[in-house]
């Protein structure tokens, strides 16, 4: 049984990293394929996916269940597929990731939104890019407008503010005052 079992409706912080703190993502290719698979895993019947960032190393969704059965029927076949593929395309063998993948209950609107900053800052703080928007494969340019028709539901986050404009301004407070986070967003 999980340490922390997986309820619909509600929100979920759900990561996971590579072997070995190894590459999860080898070739851009991968994220984009990553992506297709979450896509066609994480349909809207089954779970919303409001934010994610893909790191090389390791994944970070925010994500809301529509189902108990979440575990076994989204994310296990979509971890399971995503290294099938990507043991076949690098003929190598064995696991990709570290274990099971992690989950932390999300459960008050502050958690949400700052767990939604941190992810889209994820690339910022790792020294990948300066701004968050020069990432490629996060969902932060389907929160500011720069992509649209993503896998996302950006407007769970963004009914927060007066519009997305408000976002930005709460994600780049924090990333000018460098990342906070409480020990427990923490996965590195």
Not at 133 to 153: A, C, H, L, P, V
Request: aromatic residues 16%; hydrophobic residues 35%; glycine residues 8%.
């Amino acid at each position: 049984m999980r340490i922390t079992p997986i309820h619909a409706f509600n929100y979920y912080h759900i990561y996971n990293r590579g072997i070995n703190q190894g590459l999860i993502y080898f070739a851009k290719e991968n994220y984009r394929f990553f992506l297709d698979r979450l896509g066609k895993y994480f349909s809207p019947d089954k779970a919303w996916i409001i934010s994610y960032c893909l790191m090389p190393n390791h994944y970070h969704l925010l994500v809301y269940p529509m189902t108990d059965d979440f575990g076994n029927h989204v994310m296990q076949p979509f971890s399971v597929s995503y290294t099938k593929a990507i043991n076949k395309r690098r003929e190598r063998s064995g696991p990709l990731f570290a274990g099971p993948y992690q989950a932390r209950l999300v459960d008050e609107d502050k958690y949400l939104l700052h767990l939604s900053r941190y992810i889209h800052l994820n690339p910022v703080s790792a020294g990948l890019v300066d701004r968050a928007e020069d990432w490629g494969f996060s969902s932060y340019k389907d929160y500011i407008g720069i992509r649209r028709g993503g896998i996302t539901r950006p407007d769970i986050i963004i009914g927060f503010f007066k519009d997305s404009s408000g976002y930005v301004d709460f994600v780049m407070s924090e990333s000018e005052a460098g990342v906070d986070l409480p020990i427990n967003l923490r996965i590195d």
